[in-house]
């Protein structure tokens, strides 16, 4: 019986994947869904939250890392050891809120770039877990908008696809050195 992934949370100095950034066409493939949960995917999941952790991020989908698979990992509380990670692999978005909310958004993939996104506060989502259990979420706040993020991943939308201030978005691109040509918006 397969065992749940533990990762330890903090920073490795080499990290075991590389992170692609805004530009990269990996990052714009839409990612294809996971046949079987077995231990290539388990590894595969151990080494994004690595990843992740080690670049201070709280949510990363496998295209970010090269990957073209339908794998999420998400940690919004990564200096509480106690807080229980998600695994979120072949996500479906079943539920939306019809109430939107700005916040403030980063990405691993695009880092030191911070600008407020407009999406639904709450979302219900069916995935399956690491060990391939079907499980059902609903979450709002911080935790809902990561799900969101990551989801785009997957389709290979970035978040400043979704920026709505293009002044701004430019402005913030150029000063850390990406090209807003990269930018796909999201009408």
């Keep these: 019986m397969p065992a749940p992934v533990i990762v330890e949370k903090k920073k490795l100095e080499t990290p075991p994947r590389q992170i692609h950034f805004l530009g990269d066409r990996t990052l714009r ?5 996971v046949a079987k949960v077995d231990e290539e995917i388990r590894l595969l999941v151990k ?19 090269g990957v073209h698979k339908q ?11 106690e807080v229980e990670t998600l695994v979120l692999i072949n996500p479906v978005i079943k539920k ?13 993939s695009v880092p030191n770039v911070f600008i407020d996104v ?29 799900i969101q993020h990551e989801m785009d991943h997957l389709q ?15 402005e913030e691109l150029r000063k850390n050195k990406f090209s807003p040509s990269a930018v796909k918006p999201i009408k």
């Design 29 to 33: 493939q839409p990612a294809k869904r």
């Design 47 to 65: 080494e994004m939250f690595q990843t992740m952790y080690s670049s201070n991020g709280i949510g990363l989908a496998a295209p970010q890392v």
């Design 71 to 81: 794998v999420i990992v998400i940690d919004i509380e990564p200096d509480k050891p």
């Design 96 to 108: 939306l809120s019809r109430q939107v909310c700005d916040m403030e958004e980063g990405c691993l």
């Design 118 to 146: 407009t999406r639904p506060e709450e979302v219900e989502v069916s995935y399956k877990d690491e060990l391939g259990h079907p499980r059902t979420l609903k979450a709002r706040g911080l935790l809902s908008r990561v």
């Design 156 to 170: 290979g939308v970035l978040f400043v696809d979704r920026v709505e201030n293009e002044l701004l978005l430019t």
